[in-house]
């Protein structure tokens, strides 16, 4: 599988929430060295942060990271990412994939299964990753993202709702999950073919996404197919908060220290 695929990471400096998030120091590297770190580890034959910020790009250039300077008002790091393929002129059937760069916890065996999604079978345009959930709270969580497959693995729909509902066991308790119904948190890490993302960034929000504020049922809004990958091993947290700084940290002592972390 090696240079069959392409991975970018977009790295926006200006995070809402924690600002200058990819220079952030965890546990003696930044946020996006890891990340670099975690990429390069994988099959690809090519990795390219994209980034809205000279630092950034400064920070890269020290720790030996391809990367672009993009441009600065994009919606979404798919955007980005878009705008590293078109610019480095990658042919349309090429495979990349989009490794968000606050997830420096995502496990490269778990790059390498998402690309050999799409290098398998050259008819699914994007792919993505879910892992089962396993507690009541995950799944009525609106911040947890659930997907519903049909057989075949292609994605029926992404909500922040409870789906799928089951009727009869939820109107009596809550608490629980009901046995026999499989639920599934998707997980943020997407490949595409270069040819269709150029065609899904072009297409405006649909109403699905604006409403669920799920970029990805752009996609299905627009009857294409998203296959879905069970991960082979939850990745870790990834970084939004302060908090999830400190849960960084605890899993990679637990890594270090020879333990099995936990997924977020």
């Given at each position: 599988m090696q240079n069959r695929f392409r991975i970018v990471i977009p790295a926006r400096y200006g995070a809402s929430r924690l600002p200058g998030k990819p220079l952030l120091d965890i546990a003696g590297k930044t946020l996006l060295a890891r990340v670099w770190e975690q990429a390069s580890a994988s099959a690809a034959g090519e990795v390219v942060v994209a980034t809205d910020d000279e630092r950034v790009l400064a920070h890269c250039r020290d720790i030996g990271a391809d990367a672009v300077l993009t441009r600065a008002h994009h919606q979404s790091g798919t955007d980005r990412v878009a705008e590293v393929a078109a610019t480095r002129g990658w042919a349309p059937d090429s495979v990349i994939v989009?490794?968000?760069g606050d997830e420096p916890c995502m496990p490269s065996s778990l790059i390498d299964q998402l690309a050999r999604a799409l290098l398998r079978d050259a008819a699914v345009p994007m792919a993505t990753l879910a892992t089962p959930i396993t507690d009541a709270k995950a799944l009525f969580d609106?911040?947890?993202v659930k997907v519903v497959t049909a057989a075949s693995g292609a994605a029926?729909?992404?909500s922040r709702a409870p789906v799928p509902w089951h009727r009869d066991e939820f109107l009596g308790d809550r608490a629980k999950l009901p046995t026999g119904?499989?639920?599934l948190r998707h997980i943020g890490l997407y490949a595409y073919r270069v040819g269709f993302l150029a065609r899904f960034v072009g297409w405006p929000p649909a109403p699905l996404e604006t409403a669920e504020s799920l970029?990805?049922?752009?996609v299905l809004w627009h009857g294409e197919r998203i296959h879905v990958e069970i991960a082979q091993t939850p990745p870790g947290p990834g970084v939004d908060t302060e908090d999830d700084v400190r849960a960084v940290m605890a899993w990679l002592g637990e890594k270090a220290g020879g333990g099995q972390p936990g997924a977020s």
């Open positions: 989009n490794l968000q609106p911040h947890t029926l729909y992404f119904t499989t639920f970029e990805q049922l752009r």
